[in-house]
């Protein structure tokens, strides 16, 4: 379909299918989960490692989250030439309710399963836990994502910036 719009005209591609929104809000959130799951993994390691209480723990881990989440969206746009600034405001417009929704699954899987923030380092029960608490928080949140690109939020705004290769 050609629209004019100030005087040229413009021709639109055809809507995305189910199929094409669905793959792309799933690898929105993986590229997501990659950098929740650093920053997870690392607060989680670093809170048990030193023994700091759960909340502690919980807090570092998401805040973690959010800097390697924020990051990894940097590096793809910075890399399009956009200024720091620029860069970073299109990180927080498409990542925050993906890392929000993230964190608050991966960490009440975590903090629901008992003993295994306590559990040590050492324990099959802290990493099997770990793991399926990312692996719980990226199918939550992949129609989250899907919602979000449908409506032109969330990844959809990092989205071209890299030609949506995420």
Known sequence: MNHQHNGHPHAHAAPPSRAETWRT???????CLTGCAIGEVLGMVIGTAAGLHTGATVALSIALAFVFGYALTMRGVLSAGLDVRQALKVALAADTVSIAVMELVDNTVM?????AIDAGLSTVLFWVSLGASLVIAFVVTVPVNRWLIGRGRGHAVAHAYHGGSR
């Open 25 to 31: 809000a799933a690898q929105a959130t993986l590229h």
């Open 111 to 115: 903090v629901g399963v008992p003993g």
